[in-house]
T-cell receptor, first 114, second 115 residues
Framework: GEDVEQSLFLSVREGDSSVINCTYT??????LYWYKQEPGAGLQLLTY?????DMKQDQRLTVLLNKKDKHLSLRIADTQTGDSAIYFC??????????????FGQGTTLQVKP | SQTIHQWPATLVQPVGSPLSLECTVE??????LYWYRQAAGRGLQLLFY??????ISSEVPQNLSASRPQDRQFILSSKKLLLSDSGFYLC??????????????FGDGTRLSIL
């Protein structure tokens, strides 16, 4: 079945760049998403990329997609302490039909040290 | 614009008591609706989803049930809570459509503690 994997933890210094990685198995993925979850809160949609794109940039966020290797990454430039959170990668698939079901990774906890 | 509301934000219940968590969406029609559970701040487990009124699909066998009595209302229930039902419950919605960009949008969650 479909699977999405992420490393569990990443620690960076304030001002450095953070790169959070994700791999997925479903070759029929259409859209791939990045969500941010701050402590005690719901998930906030950060950005997404369509599967026929290689890169998408949105202010400090850069998403890179390597469809051949089924690898997705989220780069946060000039990481701030407010970026400390859990980051989830998720994929949608044409096999989901009209259910809108997404497959989520386990989440990467980003710790930003001052 | 669309909004999603979940309540209560926090709930402490004794083992064996009933449960009802409510989720409502505003500003859209005929959304897909989802209930997730997140244990100890980790990954999301999809519990139920619904593509229409009265249409509920269960993803995992469990002590919980879901209902969708109205188009934009999704309710998570239990007749008798277990200790293992503790967790952070998240409701989400998405626009229905096939092959299109369908991100899910999440509520603020309910922290459920069973004593």
């Amino acid at each position: 079945g479909e699977d999405v994997e992420q490393s569990l933890f990443l620690s960076v210094r304030e001002g450095d760049s953070s790169v959070i990685n994700c791999t997925y198995t479903d070759s029929s993925s259409t859209y791939l998403y990045w969500y941010k979850q701050e402590p005690g809160a719901g998930l906030q949609l950060l950005t997404y990329i369509f599967s026929n794109m290689d890169m998408k940039q949105d202010q400090r966020l850069t998403v890179l997609l390597n469809k051949k290797d089924k690898h997705l990454s989220l780069r946060i430039a000039d990481t701030q302490t407010g970026d400390s959170a859990i980051y989830f990668c998720a994929e949608s698939s044409v096999d989901s039909g009209n259910t809108g079901k997404l497959i989520f990774g386990q989440g990467t906890t980003l710790q930003v040290k001052p | 614009s669309q909004t999603i509301h979940q309540w209560p934000a926090t709930l402490v219940q004794p083992v064996g008591s009933p449960l009802s968590l409510e989720c409502t969406v505003e500003g859209t029609s005929n959304p897909n609706l989802y209930w997730y559970r997140q244990a100890a701040g980790r990954g999301l487990q999809l519990l139920f989803y619904s593509v229409g009124i009265g249409q509920i699909s269960s993803e995992v066998p469990q002590n919980l049930s879901a209902s969708r009595p109205q188009d934009r209302q999704f309710i998570l229930s239990s007749k008798k809570l277990l200790l293992s039902d503790s967790g952070f419950y998240l409701c989400a919605w998405s626009v229905q459509g096939v092959g299109s960009n369908q991100p899910q949008h999440f509520g603020d969650g309910t922290r459920l503690s069973i004593l």
